[in-house]
């Protein structure tokens, strides 16, 4: 260990400590993004930056169940990155579902997917279909993986279950347009019975959401950091909790 790497942990033990326990998010959604950045910068391959991201999530999970977080959403895949080349996609579709896979593997978490599961390939549907079923009586931390997922989309196809609800109890149009509430949408969503995120963490120092969880961010606390995804360390959360504690959510009011 090199007195760099001393520093940070004498430095994430005092954040750690001060931390309220009390005051942690109980979901907490993060969009993954700088993979391929982080391995431009160190001379790698953009697989070799996924494949680095695709290590870190179980960091990031202990982590987690350290500070009493219930629920994390991990943004891997968007229906925008459906569109990249397949000598790019293909790789990445691989990482995932290793990645998946291990998280089914270990033990803890409870794995649920959520997005457009008829957007991704036959091998990657069973994946999460396995990892699912697998995982479904453990009771540690709910891990959303967002694989083929768009917020748009989301609420589209929210929408589109809702109404065929209806149609096959023979509820008419004006009925349900007498009726249909946000409630209503809600029960439909991809996250459906869980808790909406209280933060949201994006890494890289993008600064926008691009369609993450449009609907369950509502009265989300974002928090925006400038490491790319790999390179995010416990320190990076801690100060993220840290800077959401501090917060004094209104709710509008």
Same mark, same amino acid.
Do not use: M, P
């Given at each position: 260990m090199n007195l760099r790497d001393l520093v940070y942990g004498l430095y994430a033990r005092r954040v750690e400590g001060r931390l309220d326990h009390a005051q942690v998010p109980k979901h907490i959604g993060v969009i993954l993004d700088g993979n391929r950045r982080w391995a431009k910068a160190s001379g790698g391959t953009p697989e070799q930056g996924h494949k680095a991201g695709a290590d870190k999530i179980q960091e990031?999970?202990?982590?987690?169940?350290?500070?009493? +977080?219930? +629920?994390?959403?991990?943004?891997m895949l968007s229906t925008d990155n459906l569109n990249r080349p397949e000598e790019q996609l293909v790789p990445l579709l691989g990482i995932i579902e290793?990645?998946?896979?291990?998280?089914?593997?270990?033990?803890?978490?409870?794995?649920?997917h959520v997005g457009t599961m008829d957007l991704l390939p036959a091998?990657?549907?069973? +994946?999460?279909?396995?990892?699912?079923?697998a995982t479904r009586g453990n009771t540690g931390?709910?891990?959303?993986?967002?694989?083929?997922?768009? %917020?748009?989309?989301?609420?589209?196809?929210?929408?589109?279950s809702l109404l065929l609800?209806?149609?096959?109890?023979?509820?008419?149009?004006?009925?349900?347009?007498?009726?249909v509430d946000v409630e209503h949408i809600s029960e439909h969503l991809y996250t459906r019975g869980q808790p909406d995120p209280d933060l949201v963490i994006r890494t890289s120092g993008e600064q926008r959401l691009s369609g993450f969880m449009l609907w369950q961010s509502a009265h989300s606390e974002y928090y925006f950091c400038e490491v790319h995804w790999p390179a995010f360390r416990k320190v990076d959360f801690l100060r993220a909790?840290?800077?959401?504690?501090?917060?004094?959510?209104?709710? %509008?009011?």
């Open positions: 990031l999970l202990g982590w987690c169940a350290e500070t009493d +977080v219930e +629920v994390v959403t991990l943004w290793n990645a998946v896979r291990a998280l089914a593997a270990d033990g803890r978490w409870r794995v649920h091998r990657t549907q069973s +994946v999460l279909k396995e990892a699912e079923e931390i709910l891990v959303n993986v967002a694989v083929g997922y768009g %917020g748009r989309q989301e609420i589209a196809d929210a929408v589109r609800e209806h149609a096959e109890r023979g509820t008419s149009f004006e009925e349900l347009a007498e009726i909790l840290r800077d959401y504690a501090a917060r004094h959510r209104r709710y %509008g009011t």
